[in-house]
């Protein structure tokens, strides 16, 4: 790393993140696993084995911070936002979530009105899912040393088949379970006061009753459908996808005319000049599929609320380890890991 202090862009999801983990954070930290999946995969959580159960079956744990700023934006709160997050990782790892933590810290001054209302909300969310929230923290500080409230959620799942952000094969066909970049439009908007003559709104929503009938599917062989899966936060699509061609060992290639955006999303892009691939996205998971069973993994999805706007995007190539993106025109571009996230504080 070039730098000697930590910047915003150390915790933005991008290249310079990554750097930071892998130069200091793996670097110092010695005992790393638990299970198959320990802290040096990268993946959205990691597996702890469980001795003398089923074999095969593991505890899945993740969990995440939230510094999102404003704590209210629209269609939601950070509430909704922090529980979402955590069951969508243990989610796109073929984890049923069984328990939730919850640690607050809350600038002084915070009104308790706002609070309560950030608490109705976790629970509610929660409550979509099954999944209860059992512990937790609460501290408070200065409103000199923090200028809004602070989440960390942690969550813990089971499964007896993980699904790994680098299963992908070449032939696999890459899916999105709706469109692309609302979440971080519509809070820029919000934030900054732009108005885009739209009802642009968060997509935060916890995806596991979305995504616990496609981990049933096999094919005639007995092998799952899904090959593997990540949700495209920090960073955006670009860098979700960009990581699971990495750790894949395989090229992908999208089709730029057949990932979702809303207009809105599209024309504030555009005239903001961002890379909506790189925008930030709280409700939305990309899938990799088996060939010749998109179509019933796109039944299922579309049956959903929350999936509605799922699509094919793309397929796995036997390239070397890049994305590619293909235009209308037939024009191809590379689709790089972004640097950091365009909208600062997203999540």
Known sequence: MKSNTISLEHGAGGEVMQALIGEIILKNFHNKSAGSIGLECLDDGSTVRLEGFNKGCELVMTTDSHVITPAFFPNTNIGRLAVSGTVNDLTVMGA??????????????FPLKEFEEIIKTMDKTAAEVGVPIITGDTKTMEKTALDSIILNTAGLGI?????????????????????????????????????????????????????????????????PVITAMKDPTRGGLANALNEMAEKSGAGILIEEDWIPFKPAVSAACEMLGLDPLEVANEGKAVIGVKPGFEDEVLSILRQHPYGRDA???????????????????????FVDVPAGDPIPRVC
Do not use: Y
């Open 96 to 109: 049923k979530p069984l328990a939730l933590t919850c640690a607050v810290i809350v600038p002084e001054g």
């Open 159 to 223: 499964t007896d088949s993980p699904v790994r952000d680098s299963g992908l094969q070449p032939g696999d066909k890459i899916l999105v379970t709706g469109t692309i970049g609302d979440h971080g439009i519509s809070l820029m908007a919000h934030r900054e006061g732009f108005d885009f003559d739209t009802d642009l709104a968060s997509d935060s929503a916890p995806l596991w009753k979305l995504i616990e009938p496609l981990l049933k599917l096999r094919t005639p062989e007995g092998e």
């Open 311 to 333: 699509a094919v995007i793309g397929e796995v190539t036997p390239d070397k380890k890049e994305v590619v993106l293909r235009n209308r025109f037939g024009g191809m571009r």
